[in-house]
C-alpha cells in the first residue's frame, strides 16, 4: 500500500523536477534514508507525542542547503503525516532515474571478492545483453559461489559450488 502512496509523490517529484534537482533530491533522500535503520529516529518520525513542526525542522535540519522543492516535499508529506514514507519514495525514485538513464546496479556475491578486471568484465558483458549501463558492486558473503543480482531489472544469475560438483558426480556416474 505505502508503495502505491510514494508512486505518486514519485511521479509528481519526475515531473516537477528537472534532472539536477533529482539527483539533488536523490542525495538527500539517500541521506535521511540512512538514518531510518536507527530505530530512535523511526520512533521519533512515527510518535504522534512530537510536534508535527519539530519532525519537519529536524529533518530539514539534517539536509545540506535542501533545495526549495524539496522543502515543500518534506512539508507536504509532514502534513499528510507521511515522513515515514521517504525510503521507499527514494527508492522509486532510484529505480525510476534507473530507467530514465538506461543504468541500473548490481552486486556480486561470493566467499571470495572478484578483481577489478573481473568485475569490469562481468559489467560488460551484463551491459551488452541487456544494452543498459551496469554497475556492479562486489559483496563479500558465506555464499557457496557467485550469485550476482541486478534486483532493479529482476535478473538474478548464481553460480554454485555445491550444485556443480553433483552435476559432476551426476555425470560422472551415468558415465560409468
Do not use: C, W
Not at 46 to 56: A, G
Not at 95 to 107: A, C, H, R
Not at 141 to 157: A, H, Q
Request: hydrophobic residues 40%; negative net charge.
Amino acid at each position: 500500500m505505502k508503495e502505491l502512496v510514494a508512486k505518486k509523490y514519485v511521479n509528481a517529484l519526475l515531473q516537477g523536477m528537472d534532472s539536477q534537482e533529482l539527483n539533488d533530491t536523490l542525495e538527500a533522500l539517500k541521506e535521511l534514508t540512512v538514518l531510518f535503520n536507527l530505530e530512535k529516529f523511526k520512533t521519533i518520525i512515527q510518535s504522534p507525542d512530537v510536534d508535527s513542526y519539530d519532525k519537519e525542522s529536524l529533518i530539514l535540519g539534517l539536509v545540506e542547503k535542501p533545495s526549495q522543492k524539496f522543502i515543500n516535499l518534506i512539508k507536504l508529506l509532514n502534513s499528510n503525516d507521511r515522513l515515514a514514507l521517504l525510503p521507499t519514495i527514494k527508492s522509486g525514485l532510484e529505480y525510476q532515474l534507473s530507467l530514465k538513464n538506461n543504468s541500473f546496479e548490481g552486486v556480486v556475491e561470493g566467499m571470495f571478492e572478484l578483481s577489478n578486471e573481473q568485475l569490469n568484465s562481468l559489467e560488460e558483458s551484463f551491459s551488452k545483453k541487456f544494452d543498459a549501463k551496469i554497475n556492479l558492486v562486489n559483496q563479500k558473503s558465506g555464499y557457496p559461489g557467485i550469485r550476482i543480482s541486478l534486483e532493479d531489472l529482476g535478473i538474478e544469475v548464481s553460480f554454485s559450488l555445491e550444485r556443480l560438483k553433483t552435476q559432476m558426480t551426476e555425470h560422472i556416474l551415468k558415465a560409468i
